[in-house]
Every structure is written in C-alpha cells, then in structure tokens.
C-alpha cells in the first residue's frame, strides 16, 4: 500500500517528489521545479527546469528576465503529463493569474499541493483568475496565512464601497491605495471597474509592466495613467494604486494630502492597519480565509493535511478536532510574498 | 448601527483633526433623529447606563467558540473586544452565493438607538442575552462598535469638543454657541440639530448654573509690547493650573435635578462638567455667581506646581485620602456673573471690583484672589516677570508660569479676541541635546521622519554616553524639517520598524536646541526625567555633539524647582 510520503516528502526548501524527480515551490535552485504561482515566495529564479502554467511562467520571465531557468514547459489546468510513473495535473487555486494547485498521482494515491489559494464562492470576487476549483485526494498541502478564525474577509464589494465614499467625502484628497503589484493591484482595479468607477486610474512604476501584461491577457482595467510626471494638481480625487512600501515613501509627497489605503487580509486587524500608519484598510484578500481554509480541506475528502507558512498551529488544531491527521511543514520563506519590494525608493 | 461603526472605524485610523471632523459632519448631514443624536452622546461621552465587564464579553465568545482557538486568536490580535468582534461565529453561511451575486443588502435593520434604549431599560440578567442577539446581527465593525460601546471603551481619538464642532458645523456656528446651551440639552438632542438646520430657535439654557465660554489670551512677542501703552492695561500672573470655570445658581436643572438650593458647577475651559472631581473646592461657592479661575492644588497656604496638580487629575474616583493630600483651590481672576447679573458687557475694571467683593463675601479659605502684579512701565513688569518672587508671588512662585496683561476696558469677549488679553509666559528652559532616535509622522508627516528622540551626556560604563530624555514632534519650520529628515535618512545606523537609530558620537551627529516648560521625575525613562512640552527651538549644527548638555545640569535645574527656588530663564 502506497504512502502519501511515497509521493511526496517534505524538505526545509519545499516539497520533493522522488519518483518524479521533482520539487514544488523550491525556495533554493533544484534541477526540475514545479511552480504553483508567480508570488516571489514560491516562485525564485535559477532552476534548471521549470514546468508551469503559461501565466506564471510569463510572469516569471517578467520578474527574473528571459534567462530566469535554464527550460521552461508550459501545462494547461487540466492536461496531465507523466514524469516516470508520477502524473502531474495543474488546477485553477484562484489565487493570482495564472496560479495553479499541483495534483501528484502515483499508484492511485493523489496528493494536491495548493500552493496559496483563494476560493471565493462568487466567481465575480476575482474578474482576473480563474477560480479554485476542488480536487478530492488523499493528502492536501494548504497554505495557513489567514488560519485563525478571526479572519474572514467578507464581500470585497463593500470594501471598494468604502473607497469609493471617501473618495466622494475627500474629493480634493489623491487616494493611495497599497496593494502587492502582481494579482492584488489589477484586481483591485478590476473591482472598482465592476462597481462602476470609470476615471482613469493611475499606477505606481513599480506596477506598470505586471499591469500591462494582464490587459495582454484580455483583462479589461480601463484608462490607466502613470502616477510619475502628474501634477499634484491633477492628482486630487484621484486613485493611484501603489505596492505597500511606497505608502509611507518620500514618493507620496507629490500628491495633495494622500489618504493611505491598503488592501490586504491583513486589514482585519487593527494593530496591523495602525501600524502601517494606515488610515483606510481595505479587507481584501487573495488567500483563503478561515471559513474557507477548513470548507475546503473538509471538501477535498483527504485524510491527510500538511500544513505550510502562516498561522499553522489553529489550524492543525482544527484537522485533530475532527479526526484529520495533519503536520506542519516547517518551509523557509514562504509567506512572505512580494517580500522583494521592501526597499525604499528614494525620488 | 453599521454607519455608526463605519464612522467609529474611520475616525480611529484617521489621524488629522481637520478630516475627523469631516467624516463626523458627513454622519451628521447624512443621518436622522434620533439615531445622530445618540451617535453625538456616545462621542461626547454623554452616554449614561450599566456597562458590561469584560468577563461578560469573554464568557459569550467561551460558550461559542472553541476554547484553543480563541486563545491563539486573543494571543494574535491582542485586544479582546477585537477579537471577540472578528472570530463571533457569523449567522450568514460563509457560501452565501445567491445574497451576494444578487446584491442584496445585508439583514441589519439594528440601529444606535435601539441599543441605547434597549440598555437603559435592561436588567443585568438580561444582559448576555441581548447582547448576544445583537452580536449576532451585526458585521465584524459592528459587532466591534457596540462592544466598545457597552463597555464604555468608546476610545476613537475624538475629544467631546470636536464632536460639539462638527455638529456646530452643521449650521454654520462656532463650537462656543453649541458649549454655551450645552448643558441645558439632553441626548438625543433633537432642538439642537432642529436650530442648527434652521427649522426651529435656538434652545434656551435652562440650566441655573450654565458654562459661558472662556475669553482667551493671545501670546505675547516682546515686540508687542511697544505697541501698547502701560497705562491700559492691569497685569496679574499668569498661573500653572488648569483654567476652570466656577459657576453656582438656584432653581431645577433640565434634567431634573434639583436640591432647592443652590447648584455650584465646575467646567474645564471647553465646558466639560468636572464636578465631580473636585467636590472640594466647589463646596466653598456658597453664592451665585460665575468665576473664571485657575484651578490649583494648595498645601499649607502654598501653591503647589503643576506637578502636584497632576496628580490628582484624570483620577476615576475621588477619595478622602486624595482630597486630603491634593486639596483643590481656586484662585479667581474675572466674574462673568453676580447672581443674576450678567457682568461680561462690563470693562474689566469694573469686573474686577466686584470680584474682589464677591471673594470677600464668600469668605472661604478654597477661593483666593488672584492678585494684581504693580507696575508703572514696561521695564517694571519685564522685571516682574523675570522674577515673580520677588514681585508679590513669593513662595507660590514656582507655580508662576506667566504674566497676563489686560486691558482695563476689555469686555469679556469669548473666543480669542484681537489686542484685549496678552500672555506672556516666563521663557522656556533650554538645553542642547542629541539626535537619537527618529520616528515617521502620522498622517500628513507620514512620508518624513518627524517624531525625535533627543539625549545628553552622562557617564556610563564604558566612559561617556547619552542617554534619552525626551520626544519632541514640532517647533521646527517646514524648512527645518526637510533637513533634519534628510539628515535622518542619510545617517541611519539602524531600523526599529518606523524608527531609524541615527549616529550620535561624540563628533557626529545632531544637536538640537530643545525648549521645555518644565520636569518632573518619571520611573518611565532610563534618565529618571521627563519634559513637559518639550520642543524643537533651534537645530544646532555649528555645535559638535560632544559639547551638548549633561544629565547632571538637568537634575540640578529639578532639583531647584521642586525647591521652588527657580524662576525665569535659567539657560
């Protein structure tokens, strides 16, 4: 009989696959790597080989550069390819574009590693991805970020509601909002497209070639200016959308009176939001919530949970309530996604 | 109840006074009766009913909740009333596709009001379970409202008087008209807001003891002074206390009160009732009338500093043993009203003598007379000043932090009238310090490091360091500013989060000149000292930071005011 550590075993670099001779997310260079998603968490240059969906690999090359693994191989969601006895199948995990949970099926034991994930149950919560789709299997690997039960994110409408009014309320006020530059900053604008804001929107540098890559992918997100060369003047009433670092940069000192926003999971909590100096949190988020962590590992139907970056211990907790063997997977260097734009600009 | 909480949420993460007070008039515009009026008690803190404890709220979310996971959650968000607010198991499905998709409102029909009718009528036992039906109702901002709501923890960074000054906003009026029948309303305030949208007059104050608002001072420039002529003008000291209003009436309050005599009423300077906390020196104000003062604590027929006083402020509840050792005093500059006899379209010459016989009439060794400071030409009071020891204060002088001057014909204006009544407080210690530590600002300063933490030399293990005594965030012009953040960002030599460690040797670093009003001792600071109102004066960058001041000059100038030997300017 087949055991789940005989598909796959953990390692402090990411999970590895012996029979395939892979390894998923690996946060140091390994001669072949699986990558659920674009997030420079999971997915580092300097692979020898890295199979992905289109998305994430054309994301990557926008990160890294043309020469960022030594060959590349593109897998549809849904197509399954064989790597010595290993089937390997990518699924949609709603997460960001492109992002994919990695289904591993040896002997007819499947194992599904998620990567990070979202599964929002009104498909409009995110017009960017395609959204998470279950996969029944026997050992489910689930991220743990918002793994406490005081995160729920609720309806991401009513979030962009509360930008919108203040906005009205602050017409001569430029509105910042913070948000990571790959996935959360064009679907924050794609909401506000969807609730009706037509102005044009105006983009941090840090966001323009990621931006740019999703309207190629067919993504509607309106008129989008550069916020670099606007007059403060025409900055009033405006929303600019910018990666978080830049929220307390000497960069917002060419807008008029800046309201800071952020969308972020992370919003729900307020010693989190006051110490960003934060003055409007948006509850917005691209991983799972708590109600959706443990629906979906209930959903899956598998035996057997491992646990990776975040708050494991709840959640772990959760799956021996209910008589689901699980283990924290002790990865270095997940979660923290975007980690790579802390730096301060200096214009 | 939701817009409530959504305006509670907004106003404790803006920081700037100028858009709190936006949001509050946007509320206001944009809401009914008698939901804004109950809104504006609960900001005013006008709010009256049992509140709940804690260990009610933590006992709902253990009956819900499983126990290790509310541990792991209270252990990770840190505030209790948060964490119940966030993790109370939610009624709605968490797959609630056919309410979102269709866009149908959330089922919240609960307002303020009902709350704050339903809990003054409930019993204690009813309680927990009306709270829980209404938990239940709300969203996480909700759900987070009405627990700070109900256990009075209501704390969003709104002083009474900015809530008082966006509703005054409404109509176009000052703060000082909506203070002056404060206290002859009642939540939910509905002939407030009916005068201030013009569909009915202004409510009467029917109250026998009302507030009147404060006539102010404008600070003096030695420049000033040659503008003015000696001659009109009266000067007293100007005391370190609080600035109070003592005002004692006969009849029924509005709300009711009433002890067939005599009310006597304490208001701070924004007409905040503090009755209460000095009972007192209120029991001396056996006569109608209404005094401008300055409250002060008196041991021994001495003024004590502002240090002492403090010490018996913002304290819940009021011993004998506290009345005992910080006995309350007023000493009376103005009388605003002599029974019924409104004095404030009186010169002040005129005011003066009847307060001079009113204080003897009350005959209450509580309530003294500020005394007039002689003096026949501006040299005569510049010296004075300079030494209020000498000058008439005699042993009360530490507890002098000014001269007043008024002009003998001034009516009692409120607000802050042009050219009436000067300020001019003693100068400011000085002492050169270090740059240490920089901080970023809120708000508009969020982009600059704008909050400095300053030291002085003094021997440690190693030879000479520097150790911190204070926090200063302003004094400096705009100008001033841009360099020291510059300075900042380029001789960082560590980051604590938003604080950079800036170099500070011998012969490196920053001196500032900073300004304060005085010290006290403080078991909360490494140097066992702390400023008040400390201040950027001056930065110093001609001055290598090796020649900075020294703790010792610090606790030498301590020790000379708790002598209350020190006056003037000692730099």
């Avoid at chain 2, 900001?43 to 009256?48: D, F, Q, V």
């Avoid at chain 2, 704390?155 to 009474?160: D, L, N, P, T």
């Avoid at chain 2, 005394?371 to 000043?385: G, H, Q, V």
Wanted: with cysteine; proline share 5%; net charge neutral.
């Amino acid at each position: 009989m087949i055991r789940p550590e005989d598909v796959l075993v953990p390692s402090p670099s990411g999970v590895c696959c012996k029979r395939g001779g892979f390894h998923i997310d690996p946060t140091r260079p390994v001669e072949r790597a699986v990558i659920t998603h674009a997030h420079s968490d999971h997915a580092s240059a300097g692979h020898g080989a890295v199979l992905s969906t289109q998305e994430t690999l054309d994301l990557m090359r926008l990160r890294y550069g043309e020469n960022f693994a030594g060959t590349t191989q593109a897998l549809p969601y849904g197509e399954t390819i064989d790597l010595a006895g290993a089937k390997i199948t990518l699924h949609p995990a709603g997460h960001i574009l492109g992002s994919a949970q990695v289904a591993v099926e040896v002997d007819g034991l499947r194992v599904v590693a998620s990567g990070d994930y979202k599964n929002a149950a009104d498909p409009s919560a995110d017009p960017t991805c395609t959204p998470f789709e279950l996969v029944r299997c026997d050992l489910f690997i689930t991220e743990a970020t918002f793994a406490l039960p005081v995160f729920r994110h609720g309806e991401p409408d009513a979030e962009i509601g509360k930008l919108l009014h203040s906005l009205a309320l602050f017409p001569e006020r430029a509105h910042l909002v913070g948000a990571y530059s790959i996935g959360k900053a064009q679907r924050l604008i794609a909401l506000l497209r969807k609730a009706g804001y037509a102005a044009p929107i105006y983009l941090h540098g840090a966001m323009e070639k990621i931006t740019n890559y999703y309207i190629e992918r067919g993504i509607a997100l309106g008129e989008l200016r550069p916020a670099r060369g606007a007059t403060k003047a025409n900055l009033a009433g405006t929303i600019t959308i910018c990666p978080p670092s830049a929220l307390n940069d000497l960069w917002t000192r060419r807008f008029p009176d800046p309201v800071a926003a952020f969308a972020s999971g992370w919003m729900r909590v307020r010693a989190r939001a006051r110490q960003q100096g934060v003055a409007l949190p948006l509850v917005i988020s691209d991983h799972a919530d708590w109600d959706g962590l443990t629906a979906t590992i209930a959903a899956t139907g598998a035996g057997e949970i491992w646990v990776t970056h975040g708050q494991e211990d709840a959640l772990i907790h959760w799956c021996a309530m209910r008589g689901l063997k699980a283990r924290p997977l002790d990865i270095v260097g997940y979660g923290d996604e975007e980690g790579d734009e802390g730096g301060e600009e200096t214009s | 109840m939701n817009r409530f909480a959504e305006l509670l949420d907004r106003l404790a993460y803006e920081p700037s006074r100028n858009n709190k007070l936006r949001l509050m008039i946007d509320y206001f515009r944009s809401t009914g009766d008698p939901e804004r009026g109950w809104a504006l008690a609960a900001l005013t803190g006008a709010l009256s009913f049992r509140h709940a404890k804690a260990g009610l709220i933590r006992s709902l979310i253990a009956e819900r909740t499983d126990p290790v996971l509310f541990e792991l959650s209270y252990d990770y968000v840190g505030d209790l009333s948060e964490t119940v607010a966030l993790m109370w198991p939610a009624k709605k499905a968490h797959i609630s596709t056919a309410a979102s998709q269709q866009g149908v409102e959330k089922q919240d029909n609960l307002t303020l009001t009902e709350v704050v009718e339903t809990l003054a009528r409930l019993g204690k036992a009813q309680l927990p379970q009306q709270l829980a039906r209404w938990l239940d109702a709300l969203d996480e901002t909700g759900r987070w409202a009405l627990i700070k709501l109900v256990t009075g923890g209501l704390r969003v960074g709104v002083s009474a008087r900015l809530a008082k000054a966006a509703v005054a906003a409404l109509g176009d009026k000052d703060v000082h008209d909506v203070e002056v029948i404060w206290p002859a309303l009642a939540a939910p305030y509905r002939g407030l807001f009916a005068w201030l949208e013009g569909r009915a007059d202004k409510p009467v104050s029917g109250d026998p003891a009302p507030f009147r608002p404060p006539m102010l001072a404008h600070a003096l420039d030695d420049a000033d002074l040659t503008t003015l002529n000696p001659a009109d003008f009266v000067a007293e000291w100007k005391w370190d206390g609080i600035r109070v209003q003592a005002v004692a009436g006969s009849g029924t309050t509005q709300r009711g009160e009433t002890d067939g005599g005599l009310f006597a009423r304490l208001y701070s300077r924004t007409g905040e009732e503090i009755s209460k906390s000095f009972p007192d020196v209120l029991e001396g104000l056996r006569l109608p009338g209404a005094i401008d003062g300055e409250l002060l604590i008196m041991r021994d027929r001495r003024v004590q500093t502002f240090n002492v006083l403090q010490q018996r402020l913002n304290r819940k509840t009021v011993t004998a043993k506290l009345m005992a050792e910080f006995p309350a005093h007023l000493r009376a500059y103005d009388l605003l009203a002599d029974g019924d006899e409104d004095l404030r379209e009186r010169p002040f010459a005129e005011r003066r003598s009847r307060l001079e016989r009113f204080i003897t009439r009350l005959n209450n060794e509580r309530l003294d007379l500020s005394p007039l400071i002689p003096f026949r030409n501006w040299d005569e009071l510049i010296a004075a000043r300079k030494n209020p020891s000498t000058a008439g204060a005699g042993p009360d002088a530490a507890a002098v932090e000014g001269v007043m001057l008024k002009a003998r014909e001034a009516l009692y204006v409120p607000g802050r009238p042009k050219g009436l009544w000067w300020k001019w407080k003693r100068d400011p210690f000085i002492i050169d310090a270090v740059l240490m530590y920089a901080q970023r600002g809120h708000g508009k300063r969020s982009s600059y490091y704008s909050d400095y933490t300053f030291g002085v030399w003094t021997k440690g293990e190693d030879g000479d360091e520097l150790v911190p005594v204070g926090k200063a965030y302003f004094g400096f012009t705009d100008e001033e500013l841009l360099q020291i953040d510059r300075f900042v960002r380029r001789n960082t030599i560590d980051r604590f989060g938003p604080v950079r460690e800036v170099v500070h040797e011998a012969d490196r670093g920053l001196v500032l000149e900073v300004a304060f009003e005085g010290l006290q001792r403080s078991s909360r600071h490494k140097s066992g000292l702390a400023m008040r109102f400390p201040r950027i004066n001056r930065l110093r960058w001609d001055k290598p930071p090796g020649q900075a001041d020294r703790l010792d000059r610090l606790e030498t100038l301590l020790a000379s005011i708790e002598q209350g030997h020190l006056q003037g300017q000692i730099a």
